[in-house]
């Protein structure tokens, strides 16, 4: 079992929907959770970035983390072509002076007008 | 330059060969770390260099992978005897700081085929 688990979809919906991506992981030393996007050919970009658990809003992007469960969540509201990418889960370890973070899959968004 | 610089944006090597990857973090960033990502998943990390020290290589493969920062700026990532498995897509990343508040800034990545 991986550490984090990543549903790698493809998600495909209509222009306007609300999406919601998710992870699991396993390890609590997990402190910082991130949502990532890439674009095809592209370096993934911080779309959000969250330590405790509860909501964190960012225009049409909310992030939840549910630490108990080890569950986080990306919602995105009146979604957009341009929204259509791979979003990424990251989870930030540190161990020993060292840090690194651990991402999930993947999931594949298409948005279509 | 605005972001972090990967170079080549591709690489088609023969098996057996050593290649070289190289990766200009942004000016002035302490933190750079390499990830490999191969189709269809997600980053794995290799390495982390804070300035010129290589402080983690727990994630590289095995011993024909070698990543240097000599001065603490520019990266490069070498692979000898460059075996199929390698194909992949290899990103940089940097962060100003070290620690909680670093935001990691990816390159486009060097996307390495082996034939």
């Known amino acids: 079992q991986k550490e984090v688990e990543q549903d790698p979809g493809p998600l495909s919906v209509p222009e306007g929907a609300i999406v919601s991506l998710n992870c699991t992981y396993s390890?609590?030393?997990?402190?910082?959770f991130m949502w990532y996007r890439q674009y095809s050919r592209k370096g993934p970009e911080l779309l959000m970035y969250?330590?405790?658990?509860g909501n964190k809003e960012d225009g049409r992007f909310t992030a939840q983390v549910d630490k108990s469960s080890k569950y986080i969540s990306l919602f995105i509201r009146d979604s957009q072509p341009s929204d259509s990418a791979t979003y990424l889960c990251?989870?930030?370890?540190?161990?020993?002076?060292?840090?690194?973070?651990?991402f999930g899959k993947g999931t594949k968004l298409t948005v279509n007008p | 330059g605005a972001g972090v610089s990967q170079s080549p944006r591709y690489k088609v090597a023969k098996r057996g060969q050593d290649v070289a990857l190289r990766c200009d973090p942004i000016?002035?960033?302490?933190?750079l770390f390499w990830y490999q990502q191969a189709l269809g998943q997600g980053p794995e990390f290799l390495t982390y260099?804070?300035?010129?020290?290589?402080?983690?290589k727990s994630g590289l493969p095995s011993d024909r992978f070698f990543a240097e920062r000599p001065e603490g700026s520019v990266s490069t990532l070498k692979i000898q005897r460059t075996q199929q498995e390698d194909s992949a897509v290899y990103l940089c990343?940097?962060?100003?700081?070290?620690?909680?508040?670093?935001?990691?800034?990816f390159g486009d990545g060097t996307r390495l085929s082996i034939l």
């Open positions: 990343a940097s962060s100003q700081t070290p620690g909680q508040n670093g935001r990691k800034h």
């Open positions: 390890n609590s030393a997990f402190q910082y």
């Open positions: 969250t330590y405790s658990s």
């Open positions: 990251a989870m930030r370890v540190t161990q020993g002076g060292s840090e690194k973070l651990v």
């Open positions: 000016s002035g960033h302490v933190s």
């Open positions: 260099f804070q300035n010129e020290a290589q402080l983690d």
